[in-house]
């Protein structure tokens, strides 16, 4: 026995290692081991889920077919143990908990069958599953806590808003567990829902205008008519979407605006304002005139972001015309749905009034622009032509007319215009000035009211120039010429406007000539030898004067002398020497003298200028040794001043510093006696006396005030600055005095030590300027 059961044991064994379904294909095919089929006799055990009778509840029972006394069950795997048991003995599984098959639909475990004194397996393990059975124990759940959804106003009935869901966690394989109803128990006078949760519209006259959001409540039921308990019902916002369904309306009846008649085109008269109760991208307000054909006058421009009408004037206003515009105007929306404008009303009308009110204008010209014919030379007392402007306002002001920079014209009060001058057509051709229209107020011209306008005067021809040679012809011919050798071909040009049919004629002066002219009667000329052989010791040069004609009115003429050299010619015929250019050569070495005898006395002048100026600039000093200049500008340097240098020195600060500075009298290029009779002077030795003194300073005053070569100040600027205290210690600018006085000043020897300089200045340097 036991060793047949071993036998069955290993006979089992193999298929274990595979699987259980392969070992029961295996056993049903294999006829031979039929008898021996011993298996776990479950491998499925089903329970109910929310089971509600008295716990532990019998799930199934694991037997098998090993009757082995001493063989005990035991469970492994998903909740054995604690959720389920096993009796050792007879197999019976338990369940000790309530089970739900939302939270676990099946659990897997396996079956153990072990020999209770060796803990051996007695057979293999085998998987088996306790299934959990549906009950309908779940409501449907919506998966959003609000849903959202949009649609456009006046939809149709039945449109598509949005879609809700709600889930049962039932077994969906189970009939009725898991299909869920909807219901609109909020609301649902606009809207209802369909099974598969899609919400429609239900009202066909659904407007933003009126009401642009609804808030309403779907329930969902369970086929069981569970009705959703945890979430309860679900709140769907939808919101209506604009559609341009509505016109706008103008906010008034009447508008009315003032506007200045100088109001320029791109101005504004003033703005219309609509309503419009749809969302702005869906107001598109057209504005247009109905009655009174003033649309040529204005246009109204709608403001794409406000919407409003901006009244503008397409051509100038003028109160003087028309002070007052009246009309009605309309507003529209043209991208209106026409079922919407005829439900609603398509368009609003309103009043305009426009009052222009009056500016000062500037004069008009009329007409604006001038164009004037004048011939050359004319008479200047007659009229060119004349120009008229008016005062457009009410006042009618005269009218004063000028012209813009030129010299050429005058104009008269009346708008004449008269030239000054003859008008030569070859000098200008056009003269286009601007004329000035001012108002007139009592006489004045009144300031800002000044109009331009262009005249275009166009001085026309008359013949009065004769025609002349088109260029310095130098013709040259050959002393052996032959008889009937061209010499040169002439032609001739005209300053006067030269028309297509214009002809010049040509001729000789005088038919006793070496030279014949011929006429090509195409404006031009050939001149050619006569006799021929010319002798050039006799004459190196001929003159040949030819007068030519032109056909205008009147008929000019002038003479033009065409001077020929005879030249020396190779065999060829080309000259190879002209004695006759000595003559032209001659005329330009005499200008060359001329210019070079200019050049010549100009440079003497200057270098005689220059010569002078030095000679006088250079102060004695720059004569004197070495230590007799150090002494010199030592003592210039306590004058502190240093005006001698007068290159490095400006001056004119000097003089400004001394003028605002200075409290005592302010110096002027007049000479001040009392400034010169406080100087203290060194005690009298010999024959100088005070007398002597204040005369020789008067002298050296003189002097300098009459010496135009100096420098554009005097002496006496500086003493000035140099303190009234300090004259008389440094007389310094004495040196910088003219050198070419003649005074006798010897008698400064007499003065002692401090009078040294300005006795060798003016006794001894003049001494020595004698035998300089
Ligand atoms: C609906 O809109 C609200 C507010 O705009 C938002 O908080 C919510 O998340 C939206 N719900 C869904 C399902 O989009
Ligand atoms: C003057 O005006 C005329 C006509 O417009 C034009 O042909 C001419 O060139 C102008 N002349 C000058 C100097 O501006
Ligand atoms: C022609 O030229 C010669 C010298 O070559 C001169 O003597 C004579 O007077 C000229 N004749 C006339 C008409 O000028």
Not at 472 to 487: I, K, S
Not at 529 to 534: A, H, M, Q, R, W
């Amino acid at each position: 026995m036991a060793s047949s059961c071993f036998l069955l044991l290993s006979l089992m064994l193999t298929p274990t290692l595979v699987c259980g379904e392969d070992l029961a294909r295996l056993a049903a095919t294999s006829s031979l081991h039929q008898r021996v089929k011993r298996e776990w006799i479950w491998n499925k055990m089903h329970i109910s889920e929310e089971f509600n009778g008295t716990l532990p509840y019998h799930v199934g029972k694991i037997t098998s077919s090993n009757k082995n006394s001493n063989a005990k069950y035991l469970l492994e795997g998903d909740s054995a143990g604690t959720l389920f048991k096993v009796d050792e003995f007879t197999g019976d599984v338990f369940a000790y908990e309530r089970l739900d098959r939302e939270k676990k639909a099946e659990y897997h475990l396996r079956a153990l069958i072990l020999d209770r004194r060796t803990n051996q397996p007695l057979e293999p393990p085998s998987m088996f599953s306790i299934a959990v059975h549906d009950i309908n124990d779940n409501a449907p759940i919506f998966v959003h806590r609000v849903f959202n959804g949009s649609v456009l106003e006046m939809s149709p009935v039945g449109t598509s808003v949005t879609k809700v869901t709600a889930v049962d966690a039932d077994d969906p394989t189970l009939q009725g567990h898991t299909s869920v109803f909807y219901k609109v128990i909020h609301g649902e006078r606009y809207f209802s829902i369909d099974n598969d949760g899609n919400i429609l519209t239900a009202a066909p006259d659904l407007d933003r205008e009126k009401r642009a959001s609804y808030e309403i409540v779907v329930e969902a039921i369970d086929g069981q008519g569970l009705k959703s308990k945890e979430s309860g019902t679900v709140t769907v916002l939808i919101a209506l979407t604009d559609i341009n369904d509505n016109s706008p309306t103008f906010t008034r009846d009447l508008f009315s605006f003032e506007v200045p008649e100088n109001i320029p085109l791109s101005g504004e008269v003033g703005r219309v304002e609509v309503k419009d109760i749809d969302e702005p991208q869906n107001r598109n307000t057209k504005y247009s005139f109905v009655r009174g054909n003033h649309q040529s006058t204005f246009q109204i421009i709608a403001n794409p972001y406000t919407n409003e009408g901006i009244v503008k004037p397409k051509k100038p206003l003028d109160f003087e015309t028309t002070p007052l515009y009246q009309f009605t105007i309309e507003a529209t929306d043209t991208d209106i749905n026409p079922a919407y404008s005829r439900l609603k009303g398509s368009k609003s009308l309103a009043s305009l009034t426009i009052r222009v009110i009056d500016v000062d204008e500037p004069p008009v010209f009329k007409p604006p622009t001038y164009t004037f014919e004048v011939k050359e030379e004319s008479d200047i007392n007659k009229s060119i032509g004349f120009v008229s402007a008016y005062d457009p306002d009410q006042a009618k002001r005269p009218i004063r007319y000028s012209i813009l920079r030129t010299n050429y014209f005058k104009m008269t009060n009346t708008g004449h215009i008269f030239a000054n001058y003859k008008l030569d057509r070859e000098e200008h051709a056009w003269h286009n000035i601007t004329v000035i229209a001012n108002e007139l107020e009592k006489g004045q011209i009144v300031p800002r009211l000044e109009t331009h306008a262009q005249v275009y005067i166009k001085v026309l021809d008359i013949n009065d120039n004769a025609p002349e040679f088109a260029q310095p012809y130098e013709p040259r011919v050959c002393e052996n010429a032959a008889a009937g050798q061209v010499v040169i071909s002439i032609s001739a040009v005209d300053k006067d406007e030269t028309p297509p049919n214009v002809k010049f004629t040509y001729s000789l002066v005088s038919e006793h000539s070496n030279f014949t002219l011929i006429d090509n009667h195409d404006n031009t000329a050939n001149v050619t030898v006569k006799n021929g052989l010319f002798n050039r010791e006799l004459v190196k040069v001929h003159y040949l004067p030819i007068v030519i004609h032109d056909n205008g009115a009147p008929r000019q003429s002038s003479t033009n002398t065409l001077t020929i050299q005879v030249c020396k010619c190779n065999e060829n015929g080309e000259p190879t020497f002209c004695e006759g250019a000595a003559k032209q050569v001659g005329v330009s070495i005499q200008a060359l003298v001329a210019i070079f005898v200019c050049i010549l006395t100009i440079l003497v002048i200057v270098l005689l200028i220059i010569l002078r100026k030095r000679y006088k600039s250079k102060p004695n000093v720059l004569r004197k040794n070495v230590a007799e200049i150090h002494e010199q500008l030592v003592a210039y340097d306590e004058e502190g001043g240093g005006e001698m240098d007068t290159t490095s020195y400006d001056v004119s600060v000097l003089n400004s510093v001394r003028q605002r500075g200075m409290t005592s009298p302010p110096l002027t290029l007049e000479p001040r006696p009392c400034l010169y009779s406080q100087v203290q002077k060194p005690p009298a030795t010999g024959l100088s006396s005070p007398q002597e003194m204040a005369m020789v300073i008067e002298m050296k005053k003189d002097e300098a005030n009459n010496d135009g070569d100096l420098l554009p100040y005097d002496t006496l600027h500086i003493y000035g600055y140099e303190g009234a205290e300090s004259v008389a210690e440094s007389l310094s600018s004495l040196g910088s005095g003219s050198s070419d006085s003649d005074a006798d000043c010897d008698f400064l020897n007499g003065w002692g030590p401090r009078f040294k300089m300005l006795a060798e200045l003016y006794g001894l340097e003049s001494q020595e300027d004698l035998g300089y």
